[in-house]
């Protein structure tokens, strides 16, 4: 069977073909509902290997071939190892053409996997490429207004970086032509350093522009006593620790640190909550507030520190999103019985830009809300799902269930909280969102937005 598929994007050939070149740019293009996970990405679009983890342990091993690599103009990668190389046939040519409006990309396909597999994972990575280089004129344009040197390359200290937001966003920045050095706890690799979250080393962000901490105990699980004190033990010292070398860093002049929008409180009904509304009550927004405050010792040295309090993340990848729509699929999805709470969400890929926003634009400190511009509710929310999976949205939900999964606090303070977070400081700034409304971000994450035709011209922006 031969595929074919053709998007126009906003950037010229020579800059849509570097971003290909870029570490990172496998990650990107990756689709989140695809069994496929990035292990290495090719050093070289000519003769390099590309390898990708599938599920019970098997892989799938690319190589590009150099009889059909035209530096800048087209590279070719062919699966060749057994048993995929026979069940497959994957050969996959890329071709960059200039183009009145941009650059236009051709990928021809010729395999024995089916069609409709083929026309959403592609669909996904045209949207994708679009909205990154998109991300890429907006940032360029950017570090012009506000850097002496907007050219010159960063260098960034992540952790975090095996996560889910971190994996993304080491990948984004990649592809934009920064350097990341992820900080790890043990084994490093290749611009990795070893990082004692207790006792990190004094010269751990030497040469960095500025640190990312993304790190912590992952949120959701029962709210029991060893859970809670695992994700303050997590977050609140090694913190700490991380504001204090920043301090002490000579040009490490920005720390840009995770929060959560748990920082308002679980039950703040209708209430329109701004970076400038107070804090609520419960052990997630003390949590916030203590990790929030462990940053202290970098701004009292100077430094630029901005706190992402960050919403709902909607990935096809991980987190809620996969769970709704198993849940769905079953025909077992509906709205919490009885309650209708405001959800404060985010797209992972908004997400990643709200950071490199914080990163690039110094103007940007303090607190920052990494939430939709549209929040929604509990009710809407469902609907939309059910519509996007044909799935019947009747069924509704007990909270009992949340509490027994993860207790009666754990409940509250999660699947229940009712919080309608305004990214504020954002929209002022003139930000711009990939994804305002839900809908096309549970589109584009789990697989349901349709092929640019041939004729179709993204635009700047989105």
């Given at each position: 069977?031969?595929?074919?598929?053709?998007?126009?994007?906003?950037?010229?050939r020579?800059?849509?073909w570097?971003?290909?070149?870029?570490?990172?740019?496998?990650?990107?293009?990756?689709?989140?509902?695809?069994?496929?996970?990035?292990?290495?990405?090719?050093?070289?679009?000519?003769n390099?290997?590309?390898?990708?983890?599938?599920?019970?342990?098997?892989?799938w091993?690319a190589?590009?071939?150099?009889?059909?690599?035209?530096?800048?103009?087209?590279?070719t990668?062919?699966?060749?190892?057994?048993?995929?190389?026979?069940?497959?046939?994957?050969?996959?040519?890329?071709?960059?053409?200039?183009?009145p409006?941009?650059?236009?990309i051709?990928d021809?396909?010729?395999?024995?996997?089916?069609?409709?597999?083929?026309?959403?994972?592609f669909?996904?990575r045209?949207?994708?490429?679009?909205?990154?280089?998109?991300?890429?004129?907006?940032?360029?344009?950017?570090?012009?207004?506000?850097?002496?040197?907007?050219?010159?390359?960063?260098?960034?200290?992540?952790?975090?970086?095996?996560?889910?937001?971190?994996?993304?966003?080491?990948?984004?920045l990649?592809?934009?032509?920064?350097?990341?050095?992820?900080?790890?706890?043990?084994?490093?690799?290749?611009?990795?350093?070893?990082?004692?979250?207790?006792?990190?080393?004094?010269?751990?962000?030497?040469?960095?522009?500025?640190?990312?901490?993304?790190?912590?105990?992952?949120?959701?699980?029962?709210?029991?006593?060893?859970?809670?004190?695992?994700?303050?033990?997590?977050?609140?010292?090694?913190?700490?620790?991380?504001?204090?070398?920043?301090?002490?860093?000579p040009?490490?002049?920005?720390?840009?640190?995770?929060?959560?929008?748990g920082?308002?409180?679980?039950?703040?009904?209708?209430?329109?909550?701004?970076?400038?509304?107070?804090?609520?009550e419960?052990?997630?927004?003390?949590?916030?507030?203590?990790?929030?405050?462990?940053c202290?010792?970098?701004?009292?040295?100077?430094?630029?520190?901005?706190?992402?309090?960050?919403?709902?993340?909607?990935?096809?990848?991980?987190?809620?999103?996969?769970?709704?729509?198993?849940?769905?699929?079953?025909?077992?999805?509906?709205?919490?019985?009885?309650?209708?709470?405001?959800?404060?969400?985010?797209?992972?890929?908004?997400?990643?830009?709200?950071?490199?926003?914080?990163?690039?634009?110094?103007?940007?400190?303090?607190?920052?809300?990494?939430?939709?511009?549209?929040?929604v509710?509990?009710?809407?929310?469902?609907?939309?799902?059910?519509?996007l999976?044909?799935?019947?949205?009747?069924?509704?939900?007990?909270?009992?269930?949340?509490?027994?999964?993860?207790?009666?606090?754990?409940?509250?303070?999660?699947?229940?909280?009712?919080?309608?977070?305004?990214?504020?400081?954002?929209?002022?700034?003139?930000?711009?969102?990939?994804?305002?409304?839900?809908?096309?971000?549970?589109?584009?994450?789990?697989?349901?937005?349709?092929l640019?035709?041939?004729?179709?011209?993204?635009?700047?922006?989105?």
């Open positions: 069977m031969s595929f074919k598929a053709s998007h126009v994007v906003p950037v010229d020579r800059t849509a570097t971003w290909h070149t870029r570490p990172g740019a496998l990650t990107r293009l990756t689709p989140p509902f695809w069994p496929m996970t990035p292990i290495k990405q090719a050093t070289h679009l000519a390099g290997t590309t390898v990708l983890g599938l599920p019970a342990g098997l892989k091993i190589r590009h071939d150099l009889s059909g690599y035209v530096r800048g103009y087209q590279f990668d062919v699966c060749v190892n057994a048993p995929l190389k026979s069940l497959a046939n994957w050969r996959h040519t890329h071709e960059f053409f200039d183009h409006d941009g650059c236009l051709k021809t396909v010729h395999t024995r996997l089916p069609k409709m597999a083929l026309t959403s994972a669909a996904y045209q949207h994708q490429l679009i909205q990154d280089l998109s991300a890429l004129h907006r940032f360029a344009a950017l570090r012009k207004e506000t850097s002496e040197n907007p050219d010159e390359p960063l260098c960034i200290a992540l952790s975090g970086s095996h996560g889910l937001v971190g994996r993304a966003l080491k990948a984004q990649e592809t934009l032509g920064h350097k990341v050095i992820a900080l790890v706890r043990s084994n490093p690799e290749e611009d990795q350093r070893t990082w004692d979250p207790e006792h990190p080393a004094a010269n751990l962000l030497e040469g960095c522009d500025a640190l990312i901490h993304l790190a912590g105990e992952p949120i959701f699980g029962r709210f029991n006593d060893s859970h809670k004190q695992a994700l303050r033990d997590s977050r609140v010292g090694p913190t700490k620790e991380l504001a204090t070398l920043v301090a002490h860093t040009g490490c002049d920005t720390m840009i640190c995770a929060s959560a929008v920082f308002y409180g679980s039950s703040r009904g209708e209430e329109k909550l701004s970076e400038t509304s107070e804090p609520g419960g052990f997630l927004a003390q949590l916030c507030q203590d990790w929030e405050d462990a202290q010792p970098a701004r009292d040295a100077g430094k630029r520190v901005v706190n992402v309090r960050t919403g709902v993340v909607m990935s096809g990848a991980g987190g809620m999103l996969p769970v709704l729509k198993a849940l769905f699929s079953t025909g077992l999805g509906g709205a919490f019985a009885g309650q209708n709470p405001w959800m404060s969400w985010i797209s992972h890929d908004d997400l990643g830009d709200i950071y490199i926003r914080a990163l690039l634009d110094p103007r940007i400190e303090g607190p920052v809300n990494a939430a939709a511009p549209n929040p509710t509990n009710a809407d929310m469902t609907a939309d799902l059910g519509r999976l044909h799935r019947p949205t009747w069924f509704p939900i007990p909270t009992i269930g949340p509490k027994l999964l993860l207790g009666k606090e754990g409940a509250q303070e999660l699947a229940l909280a009712d919080q309608r977070v305004l990214p504020t400081v954002l929209q002022e700034a003139g930000h711009t969102f990939r994804y305002p409304i839900i809908g096309s971000c549970l589109a584009h994450e789990l697989g349901n937005e349709s640019w035709s041939p004729g179709e011209v993204a635009t700047l922006g989105g």
